[in-house]
């Protein structure tokens, strides 16, 4: 299946939880929370007034090697939105790409993640769990702060 059969089929309209794809177009979900909700609101709060001029995108889909995978929160700053706009997927990451970490998540799952959105471009992965505690993560790994934002408040 391809992501623009999905998002243009009403059987997919209003799910209580998202939906990415795998490299075989199998389509994976994910239970919504509203404490998750919650997360990518403040997430997008604190990228939007830390970041220079840019847009917050919130469930930001792009095409990775392993399909489409849907990043919680990013940031895209006005260059990448003046070359991309607003397609659907993405077909490179943009420059910010959150992950809000559920119960259900592995650390493998993220781990693929991080790899898969900084090798489509994004230069920062972030995981944010429960609790506000964030992980930075860049091409060169772990990082100890944002190169985009000075410091991260949720």
Same mark, same amino acid.
């Given at each position: 299946?391809?992501?623009?059969?999905?998002?243009? +089929?009403?059987? !997919?309209? +209003?799910?209580? !939880?998202?939906?990415?794809?795998?490299r075989f177009g199998q389509?994976?979900?994910?239970?919504?929370?509203?404490?998750?909700? +919650?997360?990518? #609101?403040?997430?997008?709060?604190?990228?939007?007034?830390?970041?220079? &001029?840019? %847009?917050?995108?919130?469930?930001?889909?792009?095409?990775?090697? /392993?399909?489409?995978?849907?990043?919680?929160?990013?940031?895209?700053?006005?260059? !990448?939105?003046?070359? !991309?706009? #607003?397609?659907?997927? #993405?077909?490179?990451?943009?420059?910010?790409?959150?992950?809000?970490?559920?119960?259900? +998540?592995? /650390?493998? %799952?993220?781990?693929?993640?991080?790899?898969?959105?900084?090798?489509?471009?994004?230069? %920062?992965?972030?995981?944010? &769990?429960?609790?506000?505690?964030?992980?930075?993560?860049?091409?060169?790994?772990?990082?100890?702060?944002?190169?985009?934002?000075?410091?991260?408040?949720?």
């Open positions: 299946m391809e992501w623009a059969e999905i998002i243009n +089929n009403p059987l !997919f309209e +209003n799910l209580p !939880f998202k939906i990415e794809l795998n389509i994976l979900m994910s239970p919504a929370s509203n404490s998750h909700g +919650n997360m990518e #609101y403040r997430v997008g709060k604190a990228l939007e007034q830390g970041c220079p &001029d840019g %847009e917050i995108i919130i469930e930001c889909a792009i095409q990775t090697t /392993d399909g489409v995978k849907v990043a919680d929160v990013a940031w895209a700053s006005a260059a !990448f939105i003046a070359e !991309f706009g #607003y397609a659907t997927p #993405y077909p490179k990451a943009p420059e910010i790409c959150v992950e809000i970490l559920s119960p259900s +998540n592995t /650390d493998e %799952e993220m781990r693929i993640k991080i790899d898969l959105y900084l090798a489509r471009g994004a230069q %920062e992965v972030w995981l944010v &769990d429960a609790q506000a505690k964030t992980r930075l993560f860049g091409h060169e790994g772990e990082l100890s702060q944002s190169r985009w934002i000075e410091a991260i408040r949720l």
